[in-house]
Structure formats: structure tokens, C-alpha cells
């Protein structure tokens, strides 16, 4: 794996290291409210359904449903011009939040709403991993 | 006992647009310096009246534009001792006329300017690329989704899933809101189109079109509010505000609470008809931000024309074209007329035109109420007011 991905990077701060540093050991962690039981994403410092601060890192199972999606058709950017078309989606996780992603799929057209959907590691470059998403039909 | 003080809206003004570009050039300090004269030569008033100034804007950033009223007040030559630079993206111009309004009625300032504009398509200075990846956004850059239309594909995806709203309804906005700008002489885009030709426009993020986008294009405006007082000793034509309302949600299209619903414009909209003491009935016509074709759709169901899912419908038979039961964005809006960035500011000047009688070939007749509701961000905010000329 060589560093030469060009695509936009997150910029990672103090309250998202432990998102990023999870992708990267292939495990999906997103906080969890010890106040009211709820997960949430993206991560935040107070628990966005009840504000408290008692919050913790749970890793979550990965799977979910689409929520909703749209096939770009033109790039977002000429970074992303060699993938048209490609899928962004979003999933509603089993665990409640919804996450924005990419569906990796042979075949853009037979995405659709409700598909059942499982993470999937992408290593794009020596200290970034981006949780993707394959539809469990594929 | 001391009569309250009212405030009205006294000015608007534009520049002028050919091809969508500024006629005669110019920087987004020159254009934002006419529109801002042109509004207050139509309120019969002159610069060094102005005492707030409200901006909001996309220029000069990093750079003056970090400090927008300060920039432009300084640019202007006045000292504002009210100012307000809220940016909730292409609705903040809807709020500027709550708060100016507010800070009218209190008296904490008499006359207030409120400014926008951008030379965008000049400077050929929009992609869909576009926002820095840092806090919240590291979620969302790093997927590819087109800025903005991603988060509108989505929500339109989503629209069409729980109510079957399809894309043909979609493009019935389109058509309708391209048969207004055939009327309007300033408008980018004159020539008619049909629903075949929106379908068969070039495929963008699906399930929208080419044509369910809004224009890029340059653009300035202005508005002047001032005391009806104030108004009544210039000679100056005043329309009333009668109600007004704001929200915002998310940013984050991953935040948005509901996907096929336009929370935030139903809280504004809310807002705005409890506090003018009106029905839906007793508005005469509407003028609503079209980034997309789906944005229309789904603001007229928060703002209560017609229940949720019911806006493909209500949009069918082009019923919101010249002629149809319920005129809306007549000036030919943000997808035929023009659309600088943030186009909230054209909704009031339109408006304002209807309002009095000065629309042209376009002038729907009988219109005494009018109800203005921008949209900003990715669905993110809603601002409401409600105007009338009696
Ligand atoms: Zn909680």
C-alpha cells in the first residue's frame, strides 16, 4: 500500500481520534450515552438526544439498512472522476445513528433503499481506513 | 401614549445580469455598493441614513469577508451602530428582515440596509467539490458526495421512497418555474422547457437532473426597512411585515432528522402565520428558494399547502406556472432567473415587486399578501416572512 491517495482526507481532531484509530484496526466505534442509552454519529462531547457528558466508545456490529443514497454521476471533483458512477449512502446502523458512507457494489443500479448493508475495511493509505459498506444481496 | 413603532420595508434594488454575469464587471465590493444605492434610491432615502447594516455573504474569506459588515461598512463610508451578520446559509436574508425588523421596533436603529452579493460565475469560483474536511465535515468530504446536491439527491431519494413522489413531478417545478422567467426580461434562462427535456438533462447525483439544479450565477440585492413613519415622511411605498420565523437543524446532511421532511421551515413557517394571524388562504402568492426542484417540493409541505407527500400532486398539472391556481417563484427563481450562492436575497426583492405592482410582464394581478421562505445550507435552515402592501 503506497501513500499516494489523493482523495479529501479527514482532518482528525481530539473528539474524533477514536473513530479514525478504530477504522484503522478494522472495528466501528461510535459513542454510546450511559445517561440515556442511545448511540449517536458523528462523535460529539455531549450526547446530542440527551446532553450529557457520560459517554462512552462502543464498537458497533457494522451492519445496518440504506437509509437513503444517490448515484453521483458526475464527480465531486476531478479526485473522484475515475469512480463515476459511484454510490454515497446513507446507513442507518442497527445500534440507531445514521453514518454517510460508500456502497462498494459491482453494479450502482441495483442499490436501493432498505438494503441490507455490512461495513467493509478500506486501507486507502498507511494511516487511514474509511468504513465502506457491501450490500448483503451482493 | 406614544404610537409603537412599525417596521417596514421601504427599498429594494439589484444589479443588472446578462448571461448571468454582472453587466459592466466588478468586484463583490462594487456589486454589493450599487445594489445597496439602487435599494435606497428606490426608498428615497440615502447612505448616510443607514444606521444598521446586515450582511451575509460567501466572499472574501479567508480575508475581509471574516468580518462582512465591518468590510462593507467601511467600504460604504458608514458607521452602523446596529449590525447583524447572521449566516444560516441562503435563507439569512429572510432573518435580516426579523431582526432589522426587531431592532427597528426598539429602536435600536432607524434605517437598515441589508446587503448580499457574489460574482461567482464571473470569478468561475464554484465546483462541487469544495468544503474543508476539518470537524464536522471530516464525515461527509471523504465519501465524494457532490457539495451540495449530494444531500438534495438523498433527501429527494428518500421523498420518493416513503411517498412514491416521482421525478416527472420533479420537473413539473422545473418547467412551471422556466415558464416565469420566459416573463421576466432579467432572467438567465428564457427559453421554455418540457418535462421530457428535464428528464432527459444531463444525470447529476440521481434522482436529480441537470435541470432540477439551480443556476451559478452572479447576482446582487438589497433591502431597506425603516419605520412606517419614517416611510409615510419620504413618500416612500411601504410594505408591512406581518410575520416572520427562523430554524435550523443540521448542517451535516447526516444530521438532518428526517430526510423527507423540512422541519425546519415547518418551526418558521409556524412562526411566521401565528404571528400574522392568517390561513394559508390569505396568501395571494409565494415566493420559496429553488436550489432544487426537490427543495420546492418539500417547502410547500412544511410550510403547510399541503400535507407531507402530498407536494408531487400539488405541483402537478403545472399548477405553479404562469396562469396556474397558485403563482410561485414568479420572478423565474434560483433555477431559471438567477442563482449567486445564496439567493434568499432575490425571494424579498421579488416579492417586494409583486407587492407593489412593479413585476412587469410577469405581475400576477390581485397580490397583497406574499409569503417569502428561504432555504440554506443542505436543507439545513428555513426562514419565513410574511409581507403584505395594506
Ligand atoms: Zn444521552
Redesign the pocket.
Known sequence: MSDTYEKPRPVIDDGTRPFWDAAREHRLSIPH??????S?FYPREL??????D??EWSDVSGKGEIYSFTVARKPAGPVFADDVPYVIAMIALDEGPRMLTNIVTPDVEQVAIGDRVTVRYDDVAPDLTLPKFTLDKD | MTMAREAVIVGAGDVPLEDGKVVGGGSVLQVQARAAKAALDDARLSMGDVDGLLVAGLWGVPGPGILPSVTLGEYLGIIPRFADTTNIGGSAFEAHVAHAAMAIEKGYCDVALIVYGSTQRSERSRTLGGRPSVLTMQFENVWGIPQPVGGYAMAARRHMHEFGTTEEQLAEIAVATRAWASLNPAATMRDPITIDDVMTSTPIADPLKRLDCCLVTDGAGAIVMTTAENARAHGAKAIHLRGYGEAHTHWSIGAMPDLARLTAAEIASRNAFEMAGISHDAVDIVECYDSFTITVLMTLEALGFCKPGEGGAFVSGQRTAPGGAFPLNTNGGGLSYCHPGMYGMFLLVEAVRQLRGEAGDRQVSGVNTALVHGTGGTLSSGATVILANN
Do not use: A, I, K, T
Open positions: 450515552c450511559r445517561s440515556c442509552g442511545q449517536h450526547c446530542p438526544h440527551c446532553h450529557s457520560d459517554l
